[in-house]
């Protein structure tokens, strides 16, 4: 009788040691859903698309074809990049379009000729820099007489006090520079002014260059000033 009880003892034990091993030991968590994805990386909605693949502002361009605001419809690849302070064509650099809005330009790589100033003259440009590279150049003419006197200004003036502008002056035809000043912080223009020499022919052509280290841009502007006044 004895015998009989521990193997039946023995046999109750083996039972349920059998059914925890060979029970299922799967995570539920980690069972998949009816689509046959993970659960942990299923699509958030039901396009099956991921999010930087959803044209969100309805532009055409989704953030995975280049779209660096997919919240806003006017910004976007292939746009023209205008003078706003803003990537609109979402390509890095910042207002590149801009120098098209400048009526001088190309007068960092062809001087803006002004023409001829005569008696009382005088020329203003209402212009900008439109990247840290840009230099603008105007080139003007004057004649000298023995019989008259005259004085010359350039008047380069902004409204940007830590906007940092450099102004150039020089005779072409003899190669003096006149005048090659930057501005400091806080200063908002630059002022060049020169009077006729008796008996020294100071016609001819001049070129006037202005650019910036690097602050200056399409959104704040400059206005110069070329003035010639005469007098007998």
């Known amino acids: 009788m004895r015998y ?5 003892l023995t046999g109750c034990h083996f039972g349920a040691s059998t059914k925890v091993l060979g029970g299922d030991t799967s995570d539920p968590g980690t069972q998949g859903d009816d689509t046959g994805q993970n659960s942990d990386t299923a699509p958030p909605d039901d396009t099956g698309l991921h999010p930087s693949d959803v044209d969100d502002d309805g532009d055409g361009f989704t953030e995975n074809e280049g779209d660096c605001d997919d919240q806003d419809q006017d910004i976007h690849p292939g746009l023209l990049d205008e003078c706003d302070g803003i990537d609109t064509d979402c390509d890095g650099a910042i207002d590149e379009d801009a120098a098209e809005d400048d009526p001088y330009e ?3 790589t ?5 023409g001829a100033l005569e008696g009382d003259d005088s020329f203003e440009a209402v212009a900008f820099l439109h990247d840290s590279s840009d230099e603008d150049r105007f080139t003007f003419s004057l004649t000298d007489s023995t019989l008259d006197f005259f004085t010359l200004s350039v008047d380069l003036s902004w409204t ?3 906007t940092l502008y450099i102004m150039s002056v020089e005779h072409l035809e003899t190669g003096d520079l006149l005048y090659n000043e930057f501005s400091v912080s806080g200063e908002t223009q630059l002022n060049f002014e020169e009077g006729d020499t008796f008996g020294v022919d100071e016609g001819g052509e001049y070129r006037v260059s202005i650019s910036s280290d690097g602050s200056a841009n399409c959104l704040s502007g400059y206005t110069m000033v070329i003035t010639l006044d005469t007098w007998l």
Do not use: A, G, K, Q
Not at 4 to 8: A, D, N, R, T, Y
């Open 4 to 8: 009989i009880l521990i193997l039946l």
């Open 106 to 108: 190309p007068n960092d």
């Open 110 to 114: 062809v001087d803006f000729d002004v």
């Open 160 to 162: 940007e006090p830590d």
